[in-house]
Protein backbone atom coordinates (compact mmCIF):
# COMPACT_ATOMS: atom_id res chain seq x y z
CA UNK A 1 0.00 0.00 0.00
CA UNK A 2 1.41 3.53 -1.06
CA UNK A 3 -0.54 6.85 0.42
CA UNK A 4 -0.73 9.30 -1.95
CA UNK A 5 -2.44 12.88 -0.83
CA UNK A 6 -3.87 15.23 -2.81
CA UNK A 7 -1.83 18.19 -1.12
CA UNK A 8 -2.61 21.45 -2.32
CA UNK A 9 -6.04 21.74 -0.71
CA UNK A 10 -5.04 19.15 2.08
CA UNK A 11 -5.28 20.94 5.69
CA UNK A 12 -1.67 20.88 7.22
CA UNK A 13 -2.75 19.31 10.57
CA UNK A 14 -4.01 16.37 8.21
CA UNK A 15 -0.46 16.17 6.47
CA UNK A 16 1.39 16.37 10.36
CA UNK A 17 -1.17 12.89 11.08
CA UNK A 18 -0.09 11.28 7.73
CA UNK A 19 3.70 12.29 8.30
CA UNK A 20 3.92 10.73 11.42
CA UNK A 21 1.83 7.32 10.38
CA UNK A 22 4.09 6.97 7.85
CA UNK A 23 6.98 6.73 9.41
CA UNK A 24 5.61 4.88 12.03
CA UNK A 25 3.90 2.18 9.58
CA UNK A 26 7.01 2.18 7.42
CA UNK A 27 4.19 3.38 4.41
CA UNK A 28 5.77 5.39 1.23
CA UNK A 29 3.31 8.26 1.44
CA UNK A 30 3.55 10.91 -1.97
CA UNK A 31 2.47 14.35 -1.69
CA UNK A 32 0.91 15.52 -5.26
CA UNK A 33 0.49 19.34 -5.45
CA UNK A 34 1.47 22.12 -8.32
CA UNK A 35 3.45 23.82 -6.11
CA UNK A 36 6.79 23.08 -4.26
CA UNK A 37 5.74 21.85 -0.59
CA UNK A 38 8.31 21.03 2.39
CA UNK A 39 8.24 17.53 4.06
CA UNK A 40 9.57 16.26 6.63
CA UNK A 41 13.50 14.54 5.86
CA UNK A 42 12.35 10.74 5.51
CA UNK A 43 12.45 7.42 3.41
CA UNK A 44 9.35 6.73 3.41
CA UNK A 45 7.76 10.87 2.53
CA UNK A 46 8.08 12.77 -0.48
CA UNK A 47 6.38 14.62 -2.93
CA UNK A 48 5.83 15.39 -6.62
CA UNK A 49 4.91 18.65 -8.16
CA UNK A 50 3.10 18.79 -11.10
CA UNK A 51 2.49 21.60 -13.42
CA UNK A 52 -0.24 24.72 -12.53
CA UNK A 53 -3.71 23.97 -14.16
CA UNK A 54 -7.18 22.71 -13.39
CA UNK A 55 -6.88 18.94 -12.17
CA UNK A 56 -3.46 18.16 -13.03
CA UNK A 57 -2.28 17.12 -9.35
CA UNK A 58 -5.84 14.82 -9.68
CA UNK A 59 -4.89 13.61 -12.94
CA UNK A 60 -1.22 12.57 -11.83
CA UNK A 61 -2.85 10.99 -8.71
CA UNK A 62 -5.24 8.70 -10.99
CA UNK A 63 -2.18 8.00 -13.02
CA UNK A 64 0.42 6.83 -10.28
CA UNK A 65 -2.49 5.03 -7.47
CA UNK A 66 -2.75 1.57 -7.74
CA UNK A 67 -5.31 -1.13 -6.54
CA UNK A 68 -4.71 -1.29 -2.52
CA UNK A 69 -3.42 2.02 -2.07
CA UNK A 70 -4.68 5.10 -0.27
CA UNK A 71 -5.78 8.39 -1.67
CA UNK A 72 -6.44 11.57 0.75
CA UNK A 73 -8.70 13.84 -0.89
CA UNK A 74 -12.03 16.07 -0.13
CA UNK A 75 -12.17 16.05 -4.28
CA UNK A 76 -14.90 13.60 -4.72
CA UNK A 77 -15.11 13.17 -8.55
CA UNK A 78 -10.88 12.16 -7.61
CA UNK A 79 -11.83 9.93 -5.12
CA UNK A 80 -14.79 8.26 -7.76
CA UNK A 81 -11.64 7.50 -10.19
CA UNK A 82 -9.54 5.82 -8.06
CA UNK A 83 -12.15 4.02 -6.31
CA UNK A 84 -13.12 2.38 -9.59
CA UNK A 85 -8.91 1.77 -9.98
CA UNK A 86 -9.04 -0.36 -6.70
CA UNK A 87 -7.96 2.09 -4.51
CA UNK A 88 -9.13 3.97 -1.54
CA UNK A 89 -10.06 7.18 -1.03
CA UNK A 90 -10.19 8.96 2.75
CA UNK A 91 -10.88 12.70 3.14
CA UNK A 92 -9.46 14.32 5.71
CA UNK A 93 -12.75 14.23 7.98
CA UNK A 94 -12.43 10.45 8.17
CA UNK A 95 -14.82 9.81 5.44
CA UNK A 96 -13.43 6.50 3.69
CA UNK A 97 -15.02 6.75 -0.01
CA UNK A 98 -15.92 3.22 -1.35
CA UNK A 99 -17.85 1.30 -4.51
CA UNK A 100 -20.91 1.48 -2.14
CA UNK A 101 -21.15 5.26 -1.37
CA UNK A 102 -19.20 7.00 -3.76
CA UNK A 103 -21.80 6.65 -6.34
CA UNK A 104 -23.81 8.89 -4.10
CA UNK A 105 -21.87 11.44 -3.05
CA UNK A 106 -20.86 12.01 -6.23
CA UNK A 107 -24.63 12.54 -7.08
CA UNK A 108 -24.66 14.92 -4.21
CA UNK A 109 -21.79 17.13 -5.10
CA UNK A 110 -22.81 17.06 -9.04
CA UNK A 111 -26.72 18.52 -7.53
CA UNK A 112 -24.69 20.79 -5.18
CA UNK A 113 -22.70 21.93 -7.99
CA UNK A 114 -25.80 22.65 -10.14
CA UNK A 115 -27.40 24.70 -7.40
CA UNK A 116 -24.40 26.79 -7.31
CA UNK A 117 -24.42 27.23 -11.01
CA UNK A 118 -27.93 28.08 -11.02
CA UNK A 119 -27.27 30.90 -8.00
CA UNK A 120 -28.19 29.02 -5.26
CA UNK A 121 -25.91 29.84 -2.02
CA UNK A 122 -25.14 26.67 -0.78
CA UNK A 123 -22.14 27.73 2.13
CA UNK A 124 -18.94 25.55 2.55
CA UNK A 125 -17.94 23.00 4.71
CA UNK A 126 -17.57 24.19 8.37
CA UNK A 127 -13.83 24.03 9.30
CA UNK A 128 -12.03 21.33 10.41
CA UNK A 129 -12.50 20.48 13.77
CA UNK A 130 -10.66 18.42 16.51
CA UNK A 131 -13.28 15.28 15.92
CA UNK A 132 -12.70 15.82 12.74
CA UNK A 133 -8.74 15.16 12.95
CA UNK A 134 -9.42 12.59 15.57
CA UNK A 135 -11.84 10.82 12.96
CA UNK A 136 -9.55 10.78 10.06
CA UNK A 137 -6.28 9.81 12.42
CA UNK A 138 -8.65 6.61 13.30
CA UNK A 139 -10.04 5.77 10.38
CA UNK A 140 -6.43 6.01 8.79
CA UNK A 141 -4.98 3.70 11.97
CA UNK A 142 -7.42 1.18 10.79
CA UNK A 143 -6.75 1.01 7.13
CA UNK A 144 -2.80 0.88 7.81
CA UNK A 145 -3.58 -2.03 10.94
CA UNK A 146 -5.39 -3.73 7.81
CA UNK A 147 -3.13 -3.57 5.43
CA UNK A 148 -1.16 -6.57 3.41
CA UNK A 149 -3.64 -8.47 5.88
Known amino acids: MRIWVDADACPNVVKTILFRAAERACVQLTLVANQPLQTPPSPYINSVQVSAGFDV ?29 GARALNPRGELYTEENIGERLAVRDFM ?5 SGVVTGGPAALGKS ?18
Open 57 to 85: ADDRIVELAAAGDLVITADIPLAAAVVKK
Open 113 to 117: DELRG
Open 132 to 149: DRQAFANQLDRLLAKRGG
